[in-house]
């Protein structure tokens, strides 16, 4: 994809913009404006010091052009000339683990450096004078396990397996064994366009504290998310350890998808370029919905080698499909049935229709990520929130494309891989052919 990226000063800013202005807009006399960016630490991270060189980008929803700077010794990036529009914001501060203890006053708990996001989405930038600011979160780093890789673009619709080989790999990126069982993962509901009725956010996300049967209040759009399909791993507490720099695979179907098979109605599936998709025989868990919808949906092959996922909440449908279109969020996070039997339900805002959603509360997430499209054309609003995902990662190669979108390596300690995990997914994500257990360089 190809990106401007303008590092400006004044006078670079102007020169720039006059050229813009003539070339670039079609003679349009759009004159460029001021711009004031604050940066402050939001959450419980109280301090009196600044946050000094944060990297801060915004990007025209319209044009794809970037302005990149630093913040000064106050936590403020000003920019002298910037054309009217529809901007993101995105800051990104890290400290290393003394750094940390001197702004904050203790210890990080960390050995490697923390880093803090912060984001604002659909912001109108139209007038000289104007001041946003932006907060920032630290990663969040509980838990150990982390979502690795997310296959849900599928493969060629007539040569390979089209959606039926969608997977999603969950690693433990801590040096502890951590146990599967009563693992939760969810894929997330929300508006796959920027909204703008009474409905809506400010982001363009809808605006669930106008659900009917919210008791939240404004919390229930900056404290929750909103789940369609949740899946709990099953097993007595210890039956399904992850051992440090292993994973787990969910697969939608745990067949091999390079061989050809016959469905649930006796009909042949031929697959034209096994080269194309991959074997997931050998998944540790599927979804298969038979049991829970009592239909046999004819994709939804049954591996009896492989267990099934428990269904905690479901809308519709007869088997897992992850958008593939790059429209979803997924989370994965622990709570207990009395837990899930307290979350609330709601309606869509807009009342498009009558299902439910689960209310899922943002401090029980262990990890997220959010994929969408390039969000500088405001395809689509986040779903999660910056303090867990304060990007977002897509597929390049677009729907049925055999690429899945995975966690770059950050580095490797006694022959264990460690990921990168700075709750930003355009920074810790990178595509990939998707092969379950495999690694980005």
């Keep these: 994809m190809y990106k401007k990226l303008l590092l400006l000063t004044p006078f670079i800013a102007g020169l720039l913009f006059n050229s813009c ?25 109280e301090t009196t010091k600044k946050a000094v060189n944060a990297s801060v980008t915004l990007r025209n929803a ?11 010794e106050n936590g ?59 907060e920032l979160f630290a990663a969040n780093t509980i838990g150990g396990l982390v979502i690795k890789q ?19 790999e969950i690693y433990n990126n801590s040096s502890e064994v951590i146990f599967a069982d009563g693992l939760i993962f969810a894929q997330l509901f929300g508006n796959n366009t920027v909204g703008s ?48 720099g292993q994973s787990i695979v969910i697969a939608a179907t745990a067949i091999n998808h390079q061989s050809n098979y016959t469905d ?22 599927e979804a298969n919905l038979t049991a829970y919808t009592g239909n046999q949906y004819r994709y939804d092959i049954q591996n009896p080698n492989v ?24 989370v994965i996070f622990r709570a207990t049935p009395e837990e899930i039997a307290s979350f609330d339900r709601l309606k869509n805002p807009s009342n498009a229709n009558n299902n439910l959603y689960l209310q899922i509360p943002n401090r029980l997430i262990i990890d997220g990520v959010d994929t969408t499209k390039d969000l500088g054309n405001n395809f689509v609003p986040k779903k999660l929130n910056v303090s867990i995902d304060a990007g977002t990662t897509f597929l390049e190669t677009g729907a049925f494309s055999s690429y899945s979108v995975i966690r770059k390596t950050q580095k490797v300690v006694n022959g264990r891989i460690i990921l990168k995990d700075t709750n930003n997914s355009t920074e810790d994500f990178v595509n990939i052919w998707a092969s379950p257990k495999a690694f980005a360089n």
Excluded at 150 to 168: E, K, L
């Design 197 to 244: 009725t009474p409905y809506h956010t400010a982001t363009g996300q809808l605006n669930w504290a106008m659900s009917e049967g919210n008791t939240k209040g404004e919390a229930a759009n900056t404290d929750y998310v909103y789940a369609d399909y949740v899946y709990r791993i099953p097993g007595s507490g210890q039956q399904y350890p992850i051992q440090p």
């Design 62 to 72: 319209d044009t794809g052009v970037e302005y990149v700077g630093r913040t000064d």
């Design 21 to 45: 202005m003539d070339d670039d807009f079609g003679g349009m006399n759009l004159s460029p404006v001021t711009l004031t960016t604050q940066v402050k630490f939001g959450g419980d991270f």
């Design 76 to 134: 403020i990036y000003n920019l002298p000339a910037i054309l009217p529009g529809k901007y993101t914001a995105s800051v990104t501060f890290t400290l290393t683990p003394d750094q940390f203890e001197d702004y904050f006053g203790y210890e990080s708990g960390s050995e490697d450096v923390i880093t803090f996001n912060g984001v604002a989405q659909n912001i109108d930038i139209l007038t000289s004078g104007t001041t946003i600011t932006i």
């Design 264 to 285: 649930n109605n006796g009909n042949s599936v031929s697959i034209q370029d096994p080269s194309l998709t991959i074997d997931l025989s050998n998944a540790d868990f």
């Design 307 to 330: 267990p099934d996922l428990e269904i905690v909440h479901w809308v519709s449908g007869a088997d897992m499909v992850l958008d593939n279109q790059g429209r979803d969020g997924y």
């Design 150 to 168: 997310i296959h849900y673009g599928g493969s060629h619709t007539t040569r390979g397996a089209s959606f039926r080989d969608q997977f999603v």
